[in-house]
């Protein structure tokens, strides 16, 4: 596992988390990666929810985040982060982050990514 996702946790409907995702190891960097973000729901398919490009810093949103999530990173691109905004009890999941150092065409499959984190829990109370 090359990638940490941290800042899960359990929130009540409407509030506000922001998740991180950066190296897990010191030998590993993810500078020049695209990331992205999916979620997995129990006994659902781990879905797209955003992407980053690394080098013209285009984003991309799945259609269910409505302006409510940010992908972001920070100045010196070591870490990426997720602002989720609004929650909703159906916004419960496991969220992974991704990267890959790769130029792919569509950064919305899960086949774009070379590496992937271990997930970070969301919940999400109504």
């Known amino acids: 596992v090359q990638l940490q996702a941290s800042g899960g946790g359990l929130v009540q409907a409407g509030g506000s988390l922001r998740l991180s995702c950066a190296a897990s190891?010191?030998?590993?960097?993810?500078?020049?990666?695209?990331i992205g973000w999916f979620r997995q729901a129990p006994g659902k398919k781990r879905e797209f929810v955003a992407a980053?490009?690394?080098?013209?810093?285009?984003?991309y949103y799945g259609d269910f985040v409505k302006g409510r999530f940010t992908i972001s990173r920070d100045r010196a691109k070591t870490t990426y982060y997720l602002q989720m905004n609004s929650l909703k009890p159906e916004d419960t999941a496991i969220y992974y982050c991704?990267?890959?150092?790769?130029?792919?065409?569509?950064?919305?499959?899960?086949?774009?990514?070379?590496?992937w984190g271990q997930g970070t829990l969301v919940t999400v109370s109504s």
């Open positions: 991704a990267s890959t150092p790769y130029v792919r065409s569509d950064l919305q499959g899960e086949s774009a990514y070379d590496y």
């Open positions: 190891k010191r030998t590993f960097s993810i500078s020049g990666h695209d």
């Open positions: 980053l490009r690394w080098r013209s810093d285009r984003t």
